[in-house]
């Protein structure tokens, strides 16, 4: 129950329908790992991670060790990957819980190799940086001895050898043809010493559209997996996606003005004309970003209606027609789709110079998550 009327609706069966779309293209043994981290995007990594797994996703990707925690505590038992950084003194939590690590360091190997000693049971992930110059194990020979102290630890399983390609998204594919390349020769240098390859993971969503070639083992889908492109340069046709968030208010308040009125903070906006001004309960603390402050449009009565004057902490105004008799309680769509109008996480990137990623992660933890399912019909 909440009782501030902004919420965010997330269709689990567009979640669903996404990961089924991935499905149909991918070879049968190429598992899908669902990335829920983030809060699945802001979308609620609970309520993604159910509605993946329903539909054909057999793994879980996460970003910290207290995001897998909490997946785990609610009852998924679905293998579960933290790709960030995990401190080696928290690595027995993890194997406590049957969560696999990502490592790349001699420390943090072997604090696994100790940790899976004592508890009979862990599971590591290597990862490589192949060109993402963030995380990762550069050198071959350095691969190699960390994966033979991990197998000297027989509880300790090595379960994957992995990297991040970074320019996927980008319409030129040659960084991410080198980046393949260098993972290749990770491979065949574990290959030359003798050593058993794990399954192998490269590609992201942006991959996954753009190199299917390279899935490998598993493909880590994140942004499509909530029903966004990575980029113009990352759209596949036998891939549709639907988005599976709206973002809605309601009219908390309704005032007609004359010209030149000032609207919100430092009086940057001035009514142009006679207006009716909506005041709504959203504002930057909600993730409602104040760079949209007088661009950019909410969808009222399935129409555009334009941000005015400042985006302030906890409301925003908007402006329609004298002639639009919009009630106080009427429904507004910050992010969806109303009529035949949309505003969706892209647009909205646009107008703030960055990407939907942002966008949709921003919505803040005040704007309760609530559930619905278009294929049921039902919340």
């Known amino acids: 129950m909440f009782f501030r009327p902004t919420w965010c609706e997330v269709d689990v069966a567009a979640i669903r329908h996404n990961v089924r779309a991935f499905r149909r293209v991918l070879s049968p043994e190429v598992e899908i790992m669902a990335v829920v981290k983030a809060d699945g995007y802001g979308h609620g990594a609970l309520l993604v991670a159910r509605a993946a797994l329903e539909a054909g996703a057999t793994r879980l990707g996460v970003a910290t060790l207290d995001e897998a925690v909490q997946l785990r505590d609610a009852g998924l038992t679905a293998p579960l990957l933290v790709l960030g950084p995990t401190e080696g003194r928290h690595v027995e939590e993890a194997f406590a819980r049957e969560i696999a690590v990502t490592v790349f360091d001699a420390d943090t190997v072997a604090a696994a190799a100790r940790a899976a000693e004592r508890r009979g049971w862990g599971a590591v ?6 060109g993402m110059g963030r995380v990762g194990v550069r050198d071959e020979a350095e691969l190699v001895a960390l994966y033979r102290r991990a197998l000297e630890t027989p509880a300790l399983r090595v379960e994957g050898l992995y990297s991040h390609l970074a320019c996927a998204d980008e319409a030129d594919p040659s960084f991410s043809v080198d980046q393949h390349d260098r993972f290749r020769r990770f491979v065949a240098r574990l290959e030359q010493e ?3 390859v794990p399954s192998l993971h490269l590609l992201n969503s942006a ?4 190199f299917r070639a390279w899935a490998y083992r598993f493909v880590r889908i994140g942004i499509s997996l909530y029903g966004y492109y990575p980029s113009d340069h990352a759209r596949a046709a036998d891939v549709p996606l639907r988005p599976a968030l709206t973002w809605k208010t309601r009219v908390a308040f309704v005032k007609d003005v004359p010209p030149g009125t000032p609207i919100s903070y430092g009086a940057a906006y001035r009514t ?7 005041t709504l309960p959203v504002g930057y603390a909600d993730g409602f970003s104040r760079l949209r402050s007088n661009r950019g449009h909410v969808l009222v009565r399935g129409r555009r209606a334009p941000i005015v004057g400042r985006v302030c902490m906890d409301q925003t105004m908007v402006a329609v027609p004298r002639d639009w008799d919009v009630r106080v309680g009427e429904e507004v769509v910050l992010l969806g789709t109303q009529g035949t109008e949309r505003i969706d996480a892209d647009e909205i990137a646009r107008e703030m110079g960055t990407i939907s990623y942002e966008v949709l992660t921003l919505i803040g933890k005040r704007v309760p998550r609530v559930p619905v399912d278009a294929e049921a019909g039902q919340a």
């Open 125 to 130: 992930h290597l990862k490589v940086d192949t």
């Open 207 to 210: 991959g996954a559209l753009r």
């Open 194 to 196: 003798g050593l058993p």
């Open 272 to 278: 142009p004309e006679a207006l009716r001004i909506l």
